[in-house]
């Protein structure tokens, strides 16, 4: 798609590189049949071609407008889209220019720029936990909505801190520990069970992925920095061999430090080494379905896994949880459309209810056909967005692998 771009942006490196990335796409729309925001809306516009053709407008001068924003911030920035592209279009990539962008030129509402700096803020301060510690006591009080995203508090249980030759570095990031503690401790046991020494690590923070996908990308580049230099001493000193993440969403951010902060020469190399060192969880299942072998106490019924889609569209991680649990002994399966977004996104849940809870009905409509005993995923978010619209339980795979160890030991 060829696009002039306008003598206003010919400075800015993000714009240079999105007029680069549009020359791919052919505009052939086949991204519009995997885009979970054009499956509801059916609108040519809330589809990754209707988004590129904006930003292309954008780019060439022509002035963005309340609607443009609009039709941008209901993207739910799967990237499903790349996975379906013939022409390998990074759509993820055009649209943070566009959006960063619009977020210059289109002044948001007061009560919009508030509800954003709120998530942004909240959800990473460190009073965050208290705060939800609080809601579930206030849970009848609350709206229904709001109550079924505080998740429910499944005790995490005590951290085996066996000492081993292998040592990874698990970040505690920021929402993960206040909804979902035991996902970290049910991964420190689950390692220690194979060989594997978990370190905590409470420094920097948030990973930034929140900051960036509500187009703050200054804080969220901030935030980056913090988390290098506080992870920097145990990987330059060999103390780690990688920094595990078990929530997708944060791992993909983590992998992307690299891009992200190319430009900055005092971060770029040191940004390279802890993207080349971070590693999903799902990359050690091969070593964990070999070590739990014949391990676990067996359990009947199907589990279904729900990809996520910054596993399998931003990683490009696909089938290791599944063949890892088959390993193990479970009756696991995929449920038809898994590589259709369940509308959690981050923040989107929040922002944009509609569209979120329409893409849960969905998606626990095809869970609900195969009858699971429980669902599980790969990150925090899809599993408190699901376990929303259930009944039945849902929890990270390393959740359910921890689960059989424990039955196994009595």
């Given at each position: 798609?060829?696009?002039?771009?306008?003598?206003?942006?010919?400075?800015?490196?993000?714009?240079?590189?999105?007029?680069?990335?549009?020359?791919?796409?052919?505009?052939?729309?086949?991204?519009?049949?995997?885009?979970?925001?054009?499956?509801?809306?059916?609108?040519?516009?809330?589809?990754?071609?209707?988004?590129?053709?904006?930003?292309?407008?954008?780019?060439?001068?022509?002035?963005?407008?309340?609607?443009?924003?609009?039709?941008?911030?209901?993207?739910?920035?799967?990237?499903?889209?790349?996975?379906?592209?013939?022409?390998?279009?990074?759509?993820?990539?055009?649209?943070?220019?566009?959006?960063?962008?619009?977020?210059?030129?289109?002044?948001?509402?007061?009560?919009?720029?508030?509800?954003?700096?709120?998530?942004?803020?909240?959800?990473?301060?460190?009073?965050?936990?208290?705060?939800?510690?609080?809601?579930?006591?206030?849970?009848?009080?609350?709206?229904?909505?709001?109550?079924?995203?505080?998740?429910?508090?499944?005790?995490?249980?005590?951290?085996?801190?066996?000492?081993?030759?292998?040592?990874?570095?698990?970040?505690?990031?920021?929402?993960?520990?206040?909804?979902?503690?035991?996902?970290?401790?049910?991964?420190?046991?689950?390692?220690?069970?194979?060989?594997?020494?978990?370190?905590?690590?409470?420094?920097?923070?948030?990973?930034?992925?929140?900051?960036?996908?509500?187009?703050?990308?200054?804080?969220?580049?901030?935030?980056?920095?913090?988390?290098?230099?506080?992870?920097?001493?145990?990987?330059?000193?060999?103390?780690?061999?990688?920094?595990?993440?078990?929530?997708?969403?944060?791992?993909?951010?983590?992998?992307?430090?690299?891009?992200?902060?190319?430009?900055?020469?005092?971060?770029?190399?040191?940004?390279?080494?802890?993207?080349?060192?971070?590693?999903?969880?799902?990359?050690?299942?091969?070593?964990i379905a070999t070590g739990l072998a014949g391990r676990l106490a067996p359990r009947a019924g199907v589990v279904a896994f729900h990809p996520p889609c910054t596993l399998q569209h931003g990683l490009k991680t696909r089938?290791?949880?599944?063949?890892?649990?088959?390993?193990?002994?479970?009756?696991?399966?995929?449920?038809?459309?898994?590589?259709?977004?369940?509308?959690?996104?981050?923040?989107?849940?929040?922002?944009?209810?509609?569209?979120?809870?329409?893409?849960?009905?969905?998606?626990?409509?095809?869970?609900?056909?195969?009858?699971?005993?429980?669902?599980?995923?790969?990150?925090?978010?899809?599993?408190?967005?699901?376990?929303?619209?259930?009944?039945?339980?849902?929890?990270?795979?390393?959740?359910?692998?921890?689960?059989?160890?424990?039955?196994?030991?009595?």
């Open positions: 798609m060829h696009t002039d771009l306008h003598p206003t942006f010919a400075a800015d490196p993000a714009a240079n590189e999105a007029v680069e990335l549009l020359k791919q796409c052919v505009h052939c729309g086949f991204c519009n049949a995997t885009c979970p925001s054009y499956q509801v809306l059916g609108d040519e516009l809330d589809g990754p071609r209707g988004r590129i053709w904006q930003i292309r407008q954008l780019l060439e001068g022509e002035a963005p407008t309340r609607e443009t924003q609009l039709h941008l911030d209901r993207c739910l920035t799967c990237r499903s889209c790349e996975s379906t592209c013939p022409s390998g279009v990074e759509y993820g990539r055009i649209v943070e220019a566009g959006r960063a962008l619009v977020e210059e030129q289109v002044a948001r509402p007061a009560g919009e720029r508030a509800r954003r700096w709120l998530l942004k803020e909240g959800l990473t301060s460190p009073a965050f936990a208290a705060a939800v510690g609080i809601g579930r006591l206030l849970r009848p009080m609350l709206p229904k909505s709001l109550g079924a995203k505080l998740g429910s508090a499944r005790p995490a249980g005590p951290w085996r801190r066996r000492r081993h030759r292998r040592k990874v570095l698990l970040p505690q990031g920021c929402v993960q520990p206040a909804l979902a503690p035991r996902i970290d401790a049910a991964t420190a046991r689950v390692l220690d069970a194979i060989g594997i020494e978990v370190v905590p690590h409470r420094g920097g923070g948030c990973c930034g992925a929140l900051h960036f996908h509500l187009d703050d990308q200054p804080s969220a580049l901030d935030r980056m920095r913090a988390n290098i230099d506080a992870w920097w001493p145990l990987l330059e000193s060999g103390a780690v061999e990688s920094i595990v993440s078990n929530a997708s969403g944060c791992g993909a951010m983590l992998a992307d430090y690299a891009r992200h902060l190319g430009h900055d020469p005092a971060y770029a190399d040191k940004a390279a080494r802890v993207g080349a060192a971070v590693r999903d969880l799902s990359a050690l299942m091969p070593e089938d290791v949880v599944e063949q890892g649990l088959a390993r193990l002994g479970s009756d696991v399966r995929r449920p038809a459309e898994s590589h259709l977004c369940c509308g959690s996104a981050g923040s989107y849940s929040v922002l944009q209810p509609g569209i979120a809870d329409a893409l849960r009905e969905r998606k626990i409509g095809h869970l609900e056909q195969l009858d699971p005993v429980v669902v599980t995923s790969a990150n925090v978010g899809c599993i408190g967005h699901l376990q929303a619209g259930t009944e039945r339980p849902v929890m990270h795979w390393i959740e359910w692998i921890d689960d059989g160890l424990a039955a196994a030991a009595g």
